[in-house]
T-cell receptor, first 111, second 112 residues
Framework: RKEVEQDPGPFNVPEGATVAFNCTYS??????FFWYRQDCRKEPKLLMS???SGNEDGRFTAQLNRASQYISLHIRDSKLSDSATYLC????????????FGTGTSLTVIP | DAGVIQSPRHEVTEMGQEVTLRCKPI?????LFWYRQTMMRGLELLIY????????DSGMPEDRFSAKMPNASFSTLKIQPSEPRDSAVYFC??????????FGPGTRLTVT
C-alpha cells in the first residue's frame, strides 16, 4: 500500500466552480501535512501547510482528519490560473524527516 | 531569500559520460533531498540527508548514482556512466525538519 494516495483525476471544472481533492495516508504517526502545486515543467511549490485540523488562505482551504487519515483541499471560485497538478505530501519525523508524496491530482479550469 | 539553487539548469550529454548535478540549499535548513521526475514514474525520492548525513538512499537506482553533501551548503548528485534512461528532471529540495520543503528549479537532463 502506498504511503499517500490521491485521485489522479483529471478534474476539468468551469471557471468559478468549487473543486475538492482528497488524499489519504497510511501511517497514523504522520505529523505534518502539505499541499503543493506543480505547473508543467516547473518545480513543485508549497501551496499550504496543515499542522492542526485545517488551514485557510484566500480561496484555498485545507482540512485534516486524523481519525480517518485523510486531508482535503478545497478551491473556491476557480480561476484559469489554478490549472496545475496538486500534490499531497505527508511528513513522518519518526522515519527521520521523510516526506511522502502523492502522485498528484491534475486540475484544468475551463473558461 | 535566494531559495534552493541548482546547476546546471539544462544538461545534454552522451551516453557513457559522467554527469554532476549541484545543489545549494536554503541557508539554515538541515535536510536536503534529491528527487527525479519523469512522465512515466512521477516524482521519485533518490536520497536525503539530515545534517549532512545520508539517511535513506534506497531510491538511488543503482551504483551508477552517487550523492555527497560535504557541508551544509552544498550537495552533488553524480551519474557515472550516464544512460539514456537517466533522462529526467532532477530536483533538489531543502527543509528545516519537520517543516515544509522548498524545491529548486530543477536540472533537465538529456542523455543521448
Amino acid at each position: 500500500r502506498k504511503e499517500v494516495e490521491q485521485d489522479p483525476g483529471p478534474f476539468n471544472v468551469p471557471e468559478g466552480a468549487t473543486v475538492a481533492f482528497n488524499c489519504t495516508y497510511s501511517n497514523s504517526a504522520s505529523q505534518s501535512f502539505f499541499w503543493y502545486r506543480q505547473d508543467c515543467r516547473k518545480e513543485p511549490k508549497l501551496l499550504m501547510s496543515v499542522y492542526s485540523s485545517g488551514n485557510e488562505d484566500g480561496r484555498f482551504t485545507a482540512q485534516l482528519n486524523r481519525a480517518s487519515q485523510y486531508i482535503s483541499l478545497h478551491i473556491r471560485d476557480s480561476k484559469l490560473s489554478d490549472s496545475a497538478t496538486y500534490l499531497c505530501v505527508v511528513n513522518m519525523m519518526n522515519t527521520g524527516n521523510q516526506f511522502y508524496f502523492g502522485t498528484g491530482t491534475s486540475l484544468t479550469v475551463i473558461p | 531569500d535566494a531559495g534552493v539553487i541548482q546547476s546546471p539548469r539544462h544538461e545534454v550529454t552522451e551516453m557513457g559520460q559522467e554527469v554532476t548535478l549541484r545543489c545549494k540549499p536554503i541557508s539554515g535548513h538541515n535536510s536536503l533531498f534529491w528527487y527525479r521526475q519523469t512522465m512515466m514514474r512521477g516524482l521519485e525520492l533518490l536520497i536525503y540527508f539530515n545534517n549532512n548525513v545520508p539517511i535513506d538512499d534506497s531510491g538511488m537506482p543503482e551504483d551508477r548514482f552517487s550523492a555527497k553533501m560535504p557541508n551544509a551548503s552544498f550537495s552533488t548528485l553524480k551519474i557515472q556512466p550516464s544512460e539514456p534512461r537517466d533522462s529526467a528532471v532532477y530536483f533538489c529540495a531543502s527543509s528545516f525538519a519537520p517543516y515544509e520543503q522548498y524545491f529548486g528549479p530543477g536540472t533537465r537532463l538529456t542523455v543521448t
